[in-house]
């Protein structure tokens, strides 16, 4: 994602609703057609590696904000079936079916706001749960829907989110923009989910993104 940041601003000036519309009507740069084009890369086999570690080819593996597929399509080609995935632009399932094929077949999917999908998923649906820029766009409104992915999380959860530039207040929750209409809302992933009773196992800082690893406390 292109980073074309303006400053930080309060983190309720956008309305969620309004968030949840930019991306389900979403075309060109960062819509479903876009990812699908970019194809799997360095993420998705950081991810593959850490997916691997933890839990076993046949787990249940759920990402949100799944678009196109194109991390859990780098999945389904290393021998993992169990695949679901979660986005609020329903573009992204014509767009899977055209670039994975065999991931559209072979995977679970559902066009919804993560907000409303997570809420229906039983406790520990999912040996592991990971986002992919997806967690930095939920407006803080939603912030409960974090607590319903730890609950749905039994063994390993993953976040890859833009963490804010160095000099970003990430004592709460504040907000930049992308090309001044796509909010990002920067959390500090570790605290937010060791808040909700996980340890986190692993962190790569990168030049865009912060990946961190988490593993319930109970383990």
């Given at each position: 994602m292109r980073r074309d940041y303006a400053a930080p601003a309060a983190s309720g000036d956008v309305d969620p609703h309004h968030v949840r519309r930019q991306w389900a009507e979403r075309s060109g740069e960062y819509s479903p057609a876009y990812y699908a084009y970019r194809g799997p890369d360095g993420t998705s086999e950081s991810l593959r590696e850490t997916v691997e570690r933890y839990v076993a080819p046949e787990a249940p593996v759920l990402e949100v904000g799944c678009s196109a597929g194109r991390h859990l399509a780098h999945l389904h080609r290393h021998g993992f079936e169990d695949l679901t995935g979660v986005d609020v632009n329903a573009d992204a399932l014509e767009v899977m079916a055209e670039a994975y094929p065999a991931l559209a077949e072979a995977g679970t999917f559902r066009v919804a706001a993560i907000e409303d999908a997570a809420a229906g998923f039983a406790d520990?649906?999912?040996?592991?749960?990971?986002?992919?820029?997806?967690?930095?766009?939920?407006?803080?409104?939603?912030?409960?829907?974090?607590?319903?992915?730890?609950?749905?999380?039994?063994?390993?959860?993953?976040?890859?989110?833009?963490?804010?530039?160095?000099?970003?207040?990430?004592?709460?929750?504040?907000?930049?923009?992308?090309?001044?209409?796509?909010?990002?809302?920067?959390?500090?992933?570790?605290?937010?989910?060791?808040?909700?009773?996980?340890?986190?196992?692993?962190?790569?800082?990168?030049?865009?993104?912060?990946?961190?690893?988490?593993?319930?406390?109970r383990d």
């Open positions: 520990d649906r999912f040996a592991a749960t990971y986002s992919v820029e997806t967690l930095q766009h939920l407006h803080p409104d939603a912030d409960g829907t974090l607590a319903e992915l730890a609950r749905v999380t039994e063994s390993l959860l993953v976040t890859v989110e833009n963490e804010g530039d160095a000099g970003t207040d990430r004592s709460g929750t504040s907000v930049t923009y992308v090309d001044d209409d796509l909010p990002l809302y920067h959390r500090n992933w570790a605290e937010v989910f060791t808040d909700l009773g996980f340890v986190q196992v692993d962190v790569s800082v990168g030049e865009r993104d912060t990946m961190r690893t988490f593993r319930p406390a």
